[in-house]
């Protein structure tokens, strides 16, 4: 028997039209967009099927995003497929919590709306950079940055690929140095602003406000949290990591580790795109990698997993 974990993308994944077939076609999809249009006070379907500018901005995006995850997770289970284990990048943490059974999906979207406010807010535009660095190994790209003030790794995406976050004029400064040491390339992002980096404490600090209306459930199944790296049982736990989670480093790769370490030997990524599977490939070949992002994937999921 197989042991699956569902991964959810995180923010940059968006794009218009994603998710619009289960929103037609299912209807649970459905229920999921409606609700969420119900509770956020505008139409989750404009934003995710119209073309707009909107859905690019950080407050939308996030809400956006969590909605699409969770009404395809949705038709994935209606169909029967159960995850042992959850976990998602960044954003994607919290379709993770709704999967493993922490937090509700109401909670999830009228969260993350919050989340994303707050992270807009946080640094104004301009002020914070983010960048990818390519081909150089974690250890050097700590040691490089650790003489540059306002400066903190992002990300931790998988073999070849870290990314750097904070005051724009530091990333940059940041960046040439990396190269010295021995980048293939660094890229600087299109991001609205200093993502995980600690330029967003505050953000974690008015997020914890947030998530005191929050009902949390012992975990279902177990998820690993970005922060940590390791599996969350203890619902002590989720609102602390949430907290941290906005200003700490996303350490994907050794979450997937993790996962993979526990058993775990088929990864289905639920979301807009094929980030997470582009990491998988980096990080450990011998795994399956599924994907849910349109509706016909699903049928070739349960075909993958003889259902």
Request: some cysteine; glycine content about 8%; charged content about 25%.
């Amino acid at each position: 028997m197989s042991k699956i974990a569902f991964i959810f993308p995180g923010q940059g994944a968006q794009y218009i039209g994603m998710g619009q077939d289960f929103y037609e076609q299912t209807e649970i999809g459905r229920q999921v967009f409606e609700e969420a249009s119900s509770l956020l006070g505008f139409s989750m379907a404009d934003l995710c099927f119209q073309e707009n500018e909107r859905l690019d901005v950080t407050e939308y995006t996030q809400a956006a995003m969590v909605t699409v995850s969770i009404a395809m997770m949705k038709v994935l289970e209606e169909k029967g497929i159960k995850p042992d284990a959850a976990a998602g990048l960044s954003l994607g943490e919290y379709a993770a919590l709704v999967a493993a059974g922490v937090i509700s999906e109401k909670d999830a979207i009228t969260t993350v709306r919050q989340r994303g406010i707050l992270m807009q807010e946080a640094v104004p535009q301009g002020i914070g950079a983010m960048a990818a660095v390519l081909a150089l190994d974690p250890e050097t790209i700590e040691k490089v940055i650790s003489s540059i003030p306002d400066v903190w790794i992002a990300n931790y995406n998988c073999p070849g690929q870290t990314v750097i976050s904070g005051k724009k004029e530091a990333v940059e400064t940041a960046c040439i140095q990396l190269k010295e040491a021995g980048a293939k390339r660094t890229v600087m992002l299109n991001v609205s602003g200093p993502f995980h980096s600690g330029m967003l404490k505050e953000a974690g600090e008015k997020l914890s406000k947030v998530l005191e209306d929050v009902e949390v459930s012992t975990p279902k199944i177990p998820y690993v949290a970005n922060v940590t790296a390791e599996f969350v049982r203890d619902e002590a736990m989720v609102k602390p990591l949430l907290k941290e989670q906005v200003s700490s480093s996303v350490r994907w790769q050794q979450s997937v580790e993790t996962m993979i370490r526990e058993g775990i030997d088929t990864f289905i990524e639920i979301g807009p795109g094929k980030t997470l599977a582009g990491f998988m490939k980096k990080i450990n070949r011998t795994v399956k990698v599924l994907n849910i992002e349109k509706l016909e994937d699903v049928e070739n999921v349960l075909e993958a997993l003889g259902k």
